[in-house]
């Protein structure tokens, strides 16, 4: 009765609150309802923490719904999870898309990332155009995993071209 009330102020807090009580208590269209109107006042963070209570719940409409809200109000880290979600499901192109987006954030570890994806999918000429951008960060923890990358792979000619680079 008291997040009830509260709710009825249009306290933001309040609302989410309230919407995690009905969550837990499985009344989702509730949880959803007060949620709704709070989500605005948050960060993606907030977003993608909400998405992520419906994992358990095994609610993957409303996950999906969320990590998209997240990654769509900005976070490279977000946009990786969403891409994560939709290689779980099999949905690979939007995995992509959002594994895409996350690395076009410049960071070497979501470049690699994308690589690892892309290594699934046997496109190394793909894999390759991302870690070349990875390494180019400079950041030598990130060459070193480059290299591993390769060495895994097998791909013996290009373990030994970044090994070179390395003695520069």
Same mark, same amino acid.
């Given at each position: 009765?008291?997040?009830?009330?509260?709710? %009825?102020?249009?306290?933001? %807090?309040? !609302?989410?609150?309230?919407?995690?009580?009905?969550?837990? !208590?499985?009344?989702?269209?509730?949880?959803?309802?007060?949620?709704?109107?709070?989500?605005?006042?948050?960060?993606?963070?907030?977003?993608?923490?909400?998405?992520?209570?419906?994992?358990?719940?095994?609610?993957?409409?409303?996950?999906?719904?969320?990590?998209?809200?997240?990654?769509?109000?900005?976070?490279? %880290?977000? &946009?990786?999870?969403?891409?994560?979600? =939709?290689?779980?499901?099999?949905?690979?192109?939007?995995?992509?898309?959002?594994?895409?987006?996350?690395? %076009?954030?410049?960071?070497?570890?979501? !470049?690699?990332?994308?690589?690892?994806?892309?290594?699934?999918?046997?496109?190394?000429?793909?894999?390759?155009?991302?870690?070349?951008?990875? =390494?180019?960060?400079?950041?030598?923890?990130? &060459?070193?995993?480059?290299?591993?990358?390769?060495?895994?792979?097998?791909?013996?000619?290009?373990?030994?071209?970044?090994?070179?680079? !390395?003695?520069?």
């Amino acid at each position: 009765m008291y997040w009830k009330s509260a709710d %009825d102020s249009g306290n933001s %807090d309040c !609302q989410y609150k309230l919407s995690l009580l009905y969550l837990v !208590q499985r009344k989702y269209e509730l949880a959803e309802k007060y949620f709704v109107p709070s989500a605005n006042n948050y960060s993606s963070y907030f977003l993608h923490e909400f998405g992520r209570r419906y994992e358990g719940q095994k609610k993957l409409i409303w996950l999906e719904k969320y990590f998209k809200l997240a990654a769509d109000n900005g976070g490279c %880290d977000y &946009q990786y999870a969403l891409g994560m979600f =939709y290689e779980t499901q099999k949905k690979y192109d939007l995995a992509e898309k959002y594994f895409v987006l996350a690395a %076009d954030s410049e960071r070497a570890y979501l !470049q690699i990332e994308l690589a690892e994806f892309y290594a699934r999918r046997e496109k190394f000429n793909l894999a390759d155009k991302y870690l070349k951008l990875a =390494y180019d960060s400079g950041d030598s923890f990130y &060459q070193n995993v480059i290299i591993k990358f390769y060495e895994k792979h097998e791909k013996h000619d290009l373990v030994q071209h970044y090994k070179k680079l !390395q003695e520069k």
